[in-house]
């Protein structure tokens, strides 16, 4: 450790202009009605996604001892708060991700969440769209949306949703520099997708991109692609100079199929050597209770002020970052 080491990461300047844009996103949702609401850090359910890596502890509760665990987003909470009768919410949220490090990524961040009961998924992209320009301090263009899969037939030449297991194995392989043939389908599509079709997204326009494979739906619901019945996710991802900034989702309300897939994802888990997560019991509850129709979205705002302030990379716009938190 050296001697400035203690030092913010960011200058002070720039931690008041966050300050500002922080008010500023406030009274972008103040003026639209949506409640600002705060759910724990902690809790006792964590992520299963097998491409997130959820930080848990051992805790001395009223119960005893137990592991908690550190959540990758707040909307497990923010469900049980909607499914309560909350209306709409948002949240600015310290969010944890173990291993996630790098110029656009921290193990802490601030993750920007909010659910509109009864918005479509057009009306959701729209919104975040509304509040990118409201925060940029400049003219981010047009607007434009892509199918997942015409971007890969574009970029790559193939359709992901149809192109063999073996076919992807060797195109990612080709593409990457490494040995995908023992990997899956979603590992293949994942690394095409950060290493050729990312860096090209939002380069003078707000990307739209939309109509995942179903495989990564996450927690939205399917629906079947108008060209050949395909199921797809409603699902999309807002890109901007390259950044995916937000991930939004038709919201899943279905218990039985929430449970399904948190066993699906703890399986995977098993399968890839990693540590299987406790699914959350009470969100289940919670969807069981009755979840409102509607979308919501995750959107990265370290990412957005990066931008906003013109900084290089995340850590120039937080007060410490992990590396000397």
């Not at 509760?61 to 209306?87: I, N, V, Y």
């Not at 080709?174 to 994942?190: A, F, I, K, N, Y």
């Not at 050949?228 to 900034?245: C, I, K, M, P």
Request: net charge negative.
């Amino acid at each position: 450790m050296s001697q400035t080491d203690w030092q913010p990461t960011a200058s002070i300047e720039t931690l008041r202009e966050r300050a500002r844009l922080l008010a500023h996103t406030r009274a972008f949702f103040a003026e639209r009605g949506v409640l600002e609401v705060e759910t724990p850090v902690l809790g006792h359910g964590g992520s299963t996604d097998v491409h997130l890596q959820s930080l848990s502890c051992e805790a001395m509760t009223d119960a005893g001892q137990e592991r908690l665990w550190l959540q990758t987003s707040p909307e497990f909470h923010m469900k049980r708060l909607l499914a309560a009768g909350s209306g709409p919410i948002f949240q600015l949220s310290r969010s944890f991700r173990d291993g996630e490090v790098g110029r656009r990524h921290n193990l802490e961040f601030t993750m920007l969440e909010w659910y509109r009961p009864g918005l479509d998924l057009e009306g959701m992209i729209a919104e975040v769209e509304s509040l990118i320009r409201h925060v940029l301090p400049f003219d981010p263009g047009p607007c434009r949306h892509y199918r997942y899969r015409d971007l890969f037939r574009d970029r790559l030449g193939i359709d992901p949703l149809t192109r063999s297991l073996t076919e992807l194995r060797d195109c990612a392989s080709r593409h990457g520099g490494l040995d995908m043939s023992q990997e899956g389908r979603d590992d293949c599509l994942d690394l095409l997708m950060s290493l050729i079709i990312e860096p090209d997204l939002g380069q003078q326009c707000v990307a739209v991109v939309t109509d995942y494979p179903a495989s990564q739906a996450a927690l939205a619901r399917h629906h079947r692609d108008a060209e050949d019945g395909s199921l797809v996710a409603a699902r999309f991802e807002v890109y901007l100079a390259g950044l995916e900034l937000a991930n939004g989702y038709d919201e899943l309300t279905d218990p039985q199929e929430q449970a399904a897939r948190f066993a699906d994802d703890n399986a995977r888990r098993r399968q890839l050597g990693k540590r299987e997560v406790a699914p959350d019991q009470r969100l289940l509850a919670a969807l069981e209770a009755g979840l409102p129709i509607g979308s919501g979205v995750a959107l990265g705002l370290d990412r957005l002020l990066q931008l906003a302030l013109g900084k290089a990379c995340v850590r120039e716009v937080m007060a410490f970052s992990t590396s000397n938190c």
